[in-house]
């Protein structure tokens, strides 16, 4: 079981709450980017730097990502891809992707990318709120414990 971090655009705030957690649980955290990220020292936390490029972390993620790993990303068709691969995916602000929702995701990705296509300004993503971080550290937990009852057994 591993959690990997589409780092490059992750929040630091999601990343210490990840960084907290491996050590606490024990669980080995992948942070993948196209730069040199900084993590604490760690036996379960580790940096993977990708080449520069048009989704080289995604795709790095989608080759190394197993069944039951977790991925935390805000790019909805990389939760896509990991889903297809028996993963789950996690937003930074607390939105589990599952087979139950990610195809209408997608097709809310599709539908804002041709509105900004055609000149409407939609607007970027809202500040990361207090609520959003404490909602992605719920699901986080419950992921953990889920896992750690499934090792028990």
């Avoid at 959690?3 to 705030?13: L, S």
């Avoid at 940096?47 to 991925?71: C, K, M, T």
């Avoid at 990303?73 to 889903?83: E, H, K, R, S």
Wanted: hydrophobic share 40%; with cysteine.
């Amino acid at each position: 079981m591993n959690i990997w971090v589409d780092a490059d655009a992750c929040p630091n705030v999601i990343k210490e709450i990840l960084f907290r957690a491996a050590e606490r649980a024990q669980v080995p955290t992948i942070l993948v980017a196209n730069q040199q990220i900084r993590v604490p020292p760690s036996a379960y936390i580790r940096n993977v730097q990708v080449r520069s490029g048009f989704d080289e972390a995604d795709d790095y993620i989608v080759g190394q990502v197993s069944e039951g790993d977790l991925v935390i990303t805000a790019d909805i068709p990389l939760a896509a891809q990991v889903i297809d691969k028996q993963a789950l995916a996690l937003s930074p602000r607390g939105e589990l992707y599952d087979s139950n929702n990610i195809r209408e995701r997608l097709t809310m990705r599709d539908f804002m990318d041709e509105l900004r296509g055609s000149g409407v300004n939609t607007g970027g993503p809202p500040q990361l709120k207090p609520a959003d971080r404490q909602a992605f550290a719920n699901q986080l937990d419950r992921w953990l414990m889920r896992k750690q009852q499934q090792k028990v057994r």
